[in-house]
């Protein structure tokens, strides 16, 4: 497998790096899952930020409504 789901960036962070896009859904489910606690935990949904191609930061973020997962592009 060529994804990597990289531990805590920060506390309810964590980022992603995939070198096959094949495996970018695998990767980005993996983390989300790792990110639902916190998320629960103080009432937000989940961001997940694409920073190039392979890379994102998924985290729990307080723009985002508790229950939703929202994407953007930087």
Do not use: C, W
């Not at 489910?29 to 961001?47: D, P, Y």
């Amino acid at each position: 497998m060529t994804a990597a789901v990289k531990g805590a960036t920060a506390p309810g962070m964590v980022e992603v790096n995939v070198t096959d896009s094949s495996e970018v859904d695998h990767a980005l489910n993996e983390a989300i899952e790792a990110i639902k606690g916190a998320a629960t935990r103080h009432q937000t949904g989940i961001m997940v930020t694409r920073l190039a191609p392979g890379r994102y930061i998924v985290r729990a973020h307080p723009a985002v409504p508790f229950g939703l997962i929202r994407e953007q592009h930087q």
